[in-house]
């Protein structure tokens, strides 16, 4: 496989073991520095807090189903700057009932030749990608 190929093969290991509530599959997605912005979901900082925010979760996630799609992938050396449509699922009733959509904007990092998500920012609303974006825009 090559890195765009990894890194899309890391986003839907996280929406597996995100649904499935395989909590050392889902930690394994992430850098150990990692930080999570869910607005609304949460935040944490470091995979000590990430594991407590996955136990806390419970079994709450099993009849969730996390897609994402159209991701667009941009590589500059070891790190990589992701945005991708999420959409997750309730499927506990008939039919699938869509939860939440949004946006996931990531940094991914490669280390040992694996690449991670390091920042996984989660936008709900289409103000904050256009924040985001316009940020992401000005010279550094």
Request: aromatic residues 12%; charged residues 25%; hydrophobic residues 40%.
């Amino acid at each position: 496989m090559n890195d765009i190929e990894d890194i899309r093969r890391v986003l839907a290991e996280y929406c597996f073991a995100t649904d499935t509530g395989d909590s050392e599959a889902w930690l394994a997605t992430f850098t150990n520095d990692i930080v999570w912005e869910g607005g609304a979901f949460g935040r944490f900082s470091g995979i000590a807090e990430a594991r407590a925010y996955h136990s806390a979760s419970g079994g709450s996630a099993v009849n969730f189903r996390h897609f994402t799609t159209n991701s667009i992938i941009d590589i500059e050396g070891s790190q990589a700057r992701v945005r991708s449509y999420v959409q997750v699922f309730d499927q506990s009733g008939q039919p699938p009932v869509l939860v939440f959509s949004g946006v996931y904007a990531d940094v991914f990092e490669k280390s040992d030749g694996k690449w991670r998500i390091k920042v996984r920012h989660l936008l709900v609303h289409p103000k904050e990608l256009a924040e985001l974006l316009q940020k992401e825009a000005q010279p550094a």
